[in-house]
């Protein structure tokens, strides 16, 4: 592992540290200043995207980076597949352009694929309804704008982490979303939820670590109803999305949740692959994130092999 990365692992338990005498809030925001800092460190440089609305409102933006042209100028490029990254930050914060991580759009581009990141709504600006609609919407832009971008609108997978991980997940079983776009599941390859914990909320609000108790009640509110209705885990009765990967590191409650998601969905018919990896806490809840597409780190390859059969390449 190169030195700067190792400098960048020790420092995180030491932002951990600082933080400890802070409100929950505060230290969940400078646990994701952390994140994000280092998000920017390492990785190889990209092109700068374009960015597209996909809605009237300021943050219903994305940006889009079409996938390399082939090495021999004399062919003509096929249309790529498509990865689109839904960020996280407990439906209240985080952005396409600090919660992304440096290392997905350049490693994903080297694939063969295209890779879009998107931002959406906030609470308590919006509900996380009006989220899942986002992201539904930002799926159709980019369908709508398939030619032009020279993308493959057959082959899409979405992939979300943390608050972005159970977003994901709500368009991947409740098809209410992607129809109100005018799309269905038909139109999504495949779904990646990394390291949620919100799968099955009235669970998680009743079981999960404290600290993040007044984020659920901020997002989720105190109806049951609602609660389940924006619950993967309680949607995942057919239909589905065709496939889902499922990745987690090892928080008690993202194991538990994210099995809890696996089972439900196996059980509706749907095609389910779940993966482990080191990392404890909030710090690898973080890493999983800022590290998904480094060559070095275990779940790039998981998510490169799963990918290639998703999308027959």
């Given amino acids: 592992m190169p030195q700067r990365r190792l400098l960048l692992l020790a420092l995180i338990p030491l932002a951990i540290a600082g933080a400890a005498d802070a409100r929950p809030g505060d230290r969940l925001r400078a646990l994701f200043a952390q994140h994000a800092q280092a998000s920017n460190e390492s990785a190889p440089a990209v092109a700068a995207p374009v960015t597209i609305a996909y809605g009237g409102e300021p943050l219903q933006k994305l940006d889009f980076w079409a996938a390399r042209a082939p090495a021999d100028t004399g062919s003509t490029a096929a249309p790529a597949p498509l990865v689109i990254f839904v960020h996280g930050g407990g439906w209240q914060r985080g952005s396409k352009d600090n919660a992304t991580g440096r290392w997905k759009p350049a490693h994903y581009l080297a694939e063969g694929y ?94 999960g670590p404290q600290i993040m108790q007044q984020t659920y009640a901020q997002a989720f509110g105190n109806d049951p109803a609602r609660q389940r209705a924006l619950s993967p885990t309680l949607q995942a009765a057919a239909p589905n999305a065709a496939r889902f990967l499922i990745l987690h590191v090892q928080r008690p409650d993202g194991i538990r949740q994210s099995k809890a998601l696996a089972n439900a969905l196996q059980a509706g018919g749907t095609t389910v692959e779940i993966a482990s990896f080191p990392g404890e806490g909030l710090r690898g809840h973080l890493e999983i994130n800022r590290s998904l597409g480094d060559p070095d780190y275990a779940a790039t390859g998981v998510v490169d092999r799963w990918l290639r059969r998703a999308f027959g390449s």
């Fill in 114 to 207: 295209a890779f879009a990141s998107i931002d959406y709504r906030l609470v308590p600006q919006a509900t996380v309804e009006q989220q899942a609609a986002d992201v539904a919407a930002a799926v159709r832009a980019l369908i709508d704008r398939a030619d032009a971008l020279g993308i493959d609108r057959h082959r899409i997978v979405l992939m979300g982490h943390s608050a972005g991980a159970q977003l994901v997940a709500l368009v991947g079983t409740d098809e209410a979303y992607l129809k109100g776009a005018g799309l269905r599941f038909d139109d999504l390859t495949g779904v990646i939820p990394i390291d949620g914990a919100a799968y099955d909320i009235p669970s998680q609000m009743r079981d």
